[in-house]
T-cell receptor
């Protein structure tokens, strides 16, 4: 089944404790992206990747890092999480940039 | 900067009525306009999309219209049903034929649609 997966689905952590949210797709998509969703603000892009080893900042990249060492994986790294990073995070992928994006199930993060 | 405005933020209709959600975009280079439906606790899922070379697209009870001159596009749902209740997001992007294409989807703020039985 073609899909985008994320782990973990729910995470409670404390300020400053490094964490990684994994994202994987099995559709051989070149383009992958991370969004955060906050009430009243819709979805905002954090980082994106056009292909392996090619990543760039989206609209709200501060406090986040990503890597794209393999085509299927695009982890989101929070080196030192802060409470303002409490949010719902979605990974998405598309065949190429500008095509239909398919979303993962989401990761709900709470930073205390 | 790039921006998509979506209205209304909430919409309540009776079952069987029609619902219309409108979006306006700022980036004139946008040429791909998807609509996503997000049920409570679920991921956004594509329900319909349109590219700038067409003015209207229909899929059963759902239709999208695009006015490139005015830079706005709309979602129309006819004969609404309770299962249509969800949050709907419009988005705009410089699709694959666009220049300076980062693939970024610029989302509207979302419309919460409630269909009353």
């Amino acid at each position: 089944e073609a899909q985008v997966t994320q782990n973990p689905r729910y995470l409670i952590t404390v300020t400053g404790k490094k964490l990684t949210v994994t994202c994987s797709q099995n559709m051989n998509h070149e383009y992958m992206s991370w969004y955060r969703q906050d009430p009243g603000l819709g979805l905002r892009q954090i980082y994106y990747s056009m292909n392996v080893e090619v990543t760039d900042k989206g609209d709200v990249p501060e406090g986040y890092k990503v890597s794209r060492k393999e085509k299927r994986n695009f982890p989101l790294i929070l080196e030192s999480p802060s409470p303002n990073q409490t949010s719902l995070y979605f990974c998405a992928s598309s065949a190429v940039a500008g095509e239909t994006q398919y979303f993962g199930p989401g990761t709900r993060l709470l930073v205390l | 900067g790039e921006n998509v405005e979506q209205h209304p933020s909430t919409l309540s209709v009776q079952e069987g009525d029609s619902a219309v959600i409108k979006c306006t975009y700022s980036d004139s280079a946008s040429n791909y306009f998807p609509w996503y439906k997000q049920e409570l606790g679920k991921r956004p899922q594509l329900i319909i999309d349109i590219r700038s070379n067409v003015g209207e697209k229909k899929d059963q009870r759902i239709a999208v219209t695009l006015n490139k001159t005015a830079k706005h596009f709309s979602l129309h749902i006819t004969e609404t049903q309770p299962e249509d209740s969800a949050v709907y997001f419009c988005a705009a992007s410089r699709g694959r034929l666009g220049s300076s294409n980062t693939g970024k989807l610029i989302f509207g703020q979302g419309t919460t649609l409630q269909v009353k039985p």
